[in-house]
């Protein structure tokens, strides 16, 4: 039984903590918070603690904190030479003081409060500085997902960056989307079905293949009139800039 | 029966025609278009011709061209008061010349060629001038589609441009996140569960309450980050952009 502490209690620490707790040969065995209050959820499955000085000897230590404290925190850890892993898409591993062994455990998923998510499909970027470390961590996260991938540093900013592109900016289209239908008197429901289809089209087929639209097809007259219909400048923004994106990307004369 | 006849043979075209061609009420009489080489795919199913003259008697005509054509080649059609639909999200209702009854029969999904769709789901927005048009558009429509909306041309515009947001932009930013992983040696793969997760989380929750990432928390440290790590004119003015627009959104600071 490998045994794993979770230090932190915000979104994604709960996330793995439903995980890990359900897997076969993983035992939470404690979760730590500063906080008393956010522990609540926990108190039934498993010991807590809000006090440094009594986290318990496990195998592996999961750090799942804000960006901001993941350095300080880790130096803040009373023990030695275990390994500790951050949870984390944008910080870099040396990160986490070294007078433990600091790893990576980055599972690359939107995490909605309360929102049960199937982790076996969520990937699972690893990274670790000894082999014997990276072993474990695989173990880890093969007991809670079937991708798991080593990835270092500098390729899990960049995973980091790519996905602000198509999770973060993504939803802030589909939002500008439901605006449109709202100001409009249209339901939303109505784009959903384009939405998922847009979605599934590139684990399928490459998004470059997958490009339809006005400006792809450099059709001017519509671009036109959509540039005249939309009402707000941050739109028409929006609009022009990856309208002229497309078509720098598609050949198309601007 | 309800006799339906095909004028186009292209991508949008052809999905419906095998949607309609194996619903049970309808039967497509006929394809129409210019050029032979197109109706290749038709002619072991219906009868094909590239004639306008011997286009056959039927009760809706479907007029799935090239928005630019679809006035024109309404103006050509050689038979009077019949209810002729074009198949567009942009083009308004009255660009169907009047010697026939004008009406709109809008799929409003991404169509792939040789990618099948489960045409159930996709939504159909109708208008129509004449309440016995409609009644006989529904009935169409109803046999291929779940999702049967009346919507009118100034509605229909507005969905059109939403659905460019949603699908044409959403593509594209798909494809920066594709460009930023293969110029890092990391699989899109890694990304397809979190772009499938991004899109089936608006379906149940709305995209404003969906929105995460560095701009929604206003973390300025991880986006003067990504901006200096981003290689690109385009893509930083992308970044900044929509950062810009979701801080706004959101009530941020800028």
């Known amino acids: 039984m490998i045994k794993v502490v979770i230090i932190g209690a915000g979104n994604v620490a709960s996330h793995l903590f439903?995980?890990?707790?359900?897997?076969d040969n993983i035992s939470v065995i404690q979760v730590y918070n500063r906080s008393?209050?956010?522990l609540a959820y926990f108190e039934s499955k498993t010991t807590t603690t809000t006090s440094l000085s009594k986290i318990m000897d496990a195998d592996l230590y999961l750090i799942s904190v804000s960006d901001d404290s993941i350095n300080s925190l880790s130096k803040k850890l009373q023990f030695n030479n275990k390994l500790v892993a951050h949870t984390s898409g944008s910080v870099a591993m040396n990160q986490?003081?070294?007078?433990n062994s600091p790893s990576?455990?980055?599972?690359l998923q939107t995490f909605t409060a309360g929102k049960a998510v199937d982790f076996k499909a969520i990937p699972l970027c690893l990274e670790a500085t000894k082999k014997s470390d990276m072993l474990l961590l695989e173990i880890v996260a093969k007991s809670i997902s079937d991708n798991v991938y080593q990835i270092d540093s500098k390729q899990r900013k960049a995973l980091h960056i790519a996905a602000v592109f198509v999770n973060n900016f993504v939803n802030h289209l589909y939002q500008k989307g439901e605006e449109i239908c709202t100001e409009n008197n249209v339901s939303f429901d109505i784009l959903k079905p384009l939405i998922l289809e847009t979605a599934k089209k590139v684990t399928e087929l490459?998004?470059?293949k997958?490009?339809?639209?006005?400006?792809?097809?450099?059709?001017?007259?519509v671009i036109e009139q959509h540039l005249s219909d939309l009402n707000t400048t941050t739109r028409q923004e929006i609009y022009t800039?990856?309208?002229k994106s497309i078509q720098k990307t598609h050949?198309?004369?601007l």
Not at 210 to 221: E, F, Y
């Open 241 to 243: 800039l990856l309208t």
């Open 104 to 107: 990576v455990f980055y599972p």
């Open 36 to 38: 008393q209050k956010k």
């Open 206 to 208: 490459s998004p470059l």
């Open 18 to 23: 439903n995980a890990l707790y359900t897997a």
């Open 251 to 253: 050949g198309n004369k």
């Open 210 to 221: 997958s490009q339809t639209g006005p400006a792809k097809r450099n059709d001017n007259k």
């Open 96 to 99: 986490i003081s070294t007078h």
